[in-house]
């Protein structure tokens, strides 16, 4: 039941799932998730070249972005059209960087209260919903549901 309303959430922002719905599912206190649609699926690969070859020729996905730090590397891919949610290829380069098996991001009008809901419910809090220094005024707040898998609610503030 505490489940409900993460996962219509979850379902409208892909598009599975009609407003009337989610309604119906709705939250069990009626009080507003802060989230607002899934904003990016982030699959954990152990060869990202090989990755990226692999789901833009079964996908049809195109390149947006793509990084190299210390720990990782990822490639961020969009839909034509540039519609939907973003699917994002990580490896991993070093054995102490932790990755979830799964970590789903959610785009969130408030992500203080995303995050403090799923703490509520069980998740365990990784970071606080804040500002992140750098990004334009983005607030992250990330946490790890009851199977360790991440969650990030990120909040984007026009301005």
Known sequence: ?????????????????????????????????????V??????????KK???????VL???QVRHMDVE????????????EG????????HTPETPMSQARIVFNASAAETAV???VENG?????????VPGTGGLVIGIVQDPDANTLEFIQRNEG
């Open 1 to 37: 039941m505490k489940y409900r309303s993460w996962i219509a959430g979850a379902l409208m922002g892909a598009g599975l799932m009609g407003a009337a719905s989610a309604q119906e599912i709705g939250s069990p206190d009626g009080a507003p998730s802060g989230v607002e649609g």
């Open 39 to 48: 904003g990016a699926v982030v699959i954990r690969v152990s060869d990202l």
């Open 51 to 57: 990755a990226e070859e692999f789901y833009q020729s």
């Open 60 to 62: 049809g996905v195109v």
């Open 71 to 82: 720990a990782y590397s990822e490639t961020i891919f969009a839909f034509p059209g540039g």
């Open 85 to 92: 949610a973003k699917l994002v290829l990580v490896e991993s």
């Open 116 to 118: 403090s809901r799923a």
């Open 123 to 131: 998740a365990a809090l990784v970071r606080d919903a804040k500002p």
